[in-house]
């Protein structure tokens, strides 16, 4: 868990230096818990998706432009849509 994890801390918050630097923006996936959450936001972080921002839903009958499953056809593809945030660190 990022939260209790030094090492973890230090790396992500090198990466999000690193992406300032280069003007890039961050995205963390997984995020389950609020001290998480809090903690991306004082590193930096810019983008935030996991089971604590809202849980990731199936739908059933995509379009055949987006990325169609195994063993279905193009116009019946399931896609995956992901619930994501903006982290506002102000």
Do not use: W
């Not at 389950?32 to 930096?44: M, Q, S, V, W």
């Amino acid at each position: 868990m990022l939260a209790s994890n030094l090492v973890d801390q230090t790396i992500v918050k090198s990466i999000s230096q690193i992406a300032r630097a280069t003007n890039k923006q961050t995205i963390v996936e997984h995020i389950t818990n609020a001290k998480t959450f809090k903690l991306l936001r004082e590193i930096g972080i810019d983008f935030a998706q996991g089971n604590y921002i809202g849980k990731s839903k199936v739908r059933p009958t995509c379009k055949s432009s987006n990325v169609p499953r195994k063993n279905t056809s193009k116009d019946q593809a399931n896609c995956i849509f992901f619930s994501s945030t903006i982290i506002d660190r102000a």
